[in-house]
Structure formats: structure tokens, C-alpha cells
């Protein structure tokens, strides 16, 4: 499936998905493909997507996952317009992960629970990043997915790429930015990590919630 943007302002998730360099778009394959056996191993009957941007995650999930039920939320009305115009069989929404409470979840899709909640290259967006975590692991599910950049090997990445030199290969939408030191122990605070993963160039953590 191709997903479609008529807009002008593509966002960094668009253009990191739809690129035609061969040695990136390989990259990403290694990161679905990580992502996809971790899913597919869970069998989950609903799936959600908090920050799915234009839904490319969930286009790639669906092909595998033929009997799962997938939603998605994202802050962006033109991304989540996008994922509904390319991802016709999954529901979606627009919500802010700082300011998500799980019931307004519940009255929004008319699920009590999910079997599985991605959030995948989207904490290095939030400046608040705390309540964006704590929002997280109150939703009603027992298993994440948490993916973000591992510093400081995606900037190195983006150098050796010619990209955002000026940055010293930050990318722009990017405020936060963490070694796997640093993101373990951060999301150590609320999740049991059970697997960890690392698709050069991010990192992976499989995890539940504690208690």
C-alpha cells in the first residue's frame, strides 16, 4: 500500500518512510521486521498506535496481523488524515499523549483494554516527556512497545548521510535525545522491560507495566 500526502508540510515520520535511499529505506525494513516478530509473537486482538503519525506502522502491521484490530492516535490532524485515507480498516483519532486519560480512550474506541500499545518514535517529539510516559503506562494494556533514536548513533547516522549537518545530525523535530543508558533507566520508572532490541539506528524495548 502507498501511503498518500497531498499536503506541502511533510513531517520528518512522511519523508523518513516514503525516502528512495536504498540504505535507509533497508534500515527501516530491519526496524519493522523487529517490530513485527515481537508483535506477531503476542497475537494480540487489538492493537494501539499512540503517535502513529500517517500510519505507516500499522499499513505494515496489518498485512501480517490479518485478524487484529488496529487504532491509532496521533496530535496532527493532517497525519491522522492520511493514516484514514491509507488504513481504511483501522480506527483512529486525534489526541495529545500529554493530556490522554484512558477513559476518554475507552469512549472514544469502545475498548476497555488493549492487547498491545506501540509508541514508537515519538517520545523524542514531547518536551514533556514525563507525563507523556506516565500517561502511557496508565493506559489499560499490560504490553508495550517503546521505540526511540539511539544517541548518539542516529546523528551519526544523519552525518554520514549528509543530513542535518547544521544540527550536527539532530533532526529537527527532535528535543530530546538518549543513549540507551539514559532511556532505560528513564523508563525503568514505570515499565519492566522484558526484551531489548536495537535496529541500528534506535533502540526497542519490549515491557510491561509495574505495579
Known amino acids: 500500500m502507498t501511503l498518500r500526502n497531498n499536503n506541502k508540510a511533510l513531517s520528518s515520520n512522511y519523508k523518513k ?42 499499513s505494515f502491521l ?25 488504513n481504511p480498516q483501522a480506527t483512529f483519532a486525534v489526541r495529545s499523549l500529554t493530556d490522554l486519560k484512558n477513559s476518554d480512550l475507552q469512549e472514544t474506541f469502545n475498548l476497555d483494554r488493549f492487547d498491545l500499545i506501540l509508541c514508537l518514535e515519538v517520545l523524542e517529539h ?17 504490553n508495550f512497545i517503546i521505540s526511540v533514536p539511539n544517541e548518539p548513533f542516529f546523528k551519526i547516522g544523519n552525518l554520514l548521510a549528509l543530513k542535518n549537518i547544521p544540527r550536527m545530525g539532530n533532526d529537527p523535530e527532535h528535543v530530546n535525545n538518549w543513549t540507551t543508558r539514559d532511556f532505560i533507566k528513564l523508563i525503568e520508572e514505570d515499565f519492566e522491560i522484558i526484551k531489548k532490541l536495537y535496529p541500528f539506528p534506535w533502540q526497542m524495548f519490549v515491557c510491561k507495566k509495574k505495579n
Do not use: W
Open 126 to 142: 514531547i518536551p514533556d516527556y514525563r507525563t507523556a510516559l506516565k500517561n502511557l503506562k496508565d493506559l489499560n494494556s499490560e
Open 17 to 58: 518512510h516514503t525516502t528512495k535511499n536504498p540504505l535507509r529505506r533497508a534500515l527501516l525494513t530491519n526496524f519493522h521486521e523487529k517490530l513485527a516478530v515481537e508483535a506477531f509473537d503476542m497475537d494480540p486482538n487489538s492493537v494501539l498506535s499512540v503517535g502513529c503519525g500517517e500510519g505507516f506502522v500499522i
Open 62 to 86: 496489518s498485512n501480517l496481523l490479518l485478524n487484529t484490530k488496529f487504532y491509532g492516535i496521533d496530535i496532527s490532524n493532517e497525519s491522522i488524515e492520511i493514516a484514514r485515507q491509507n
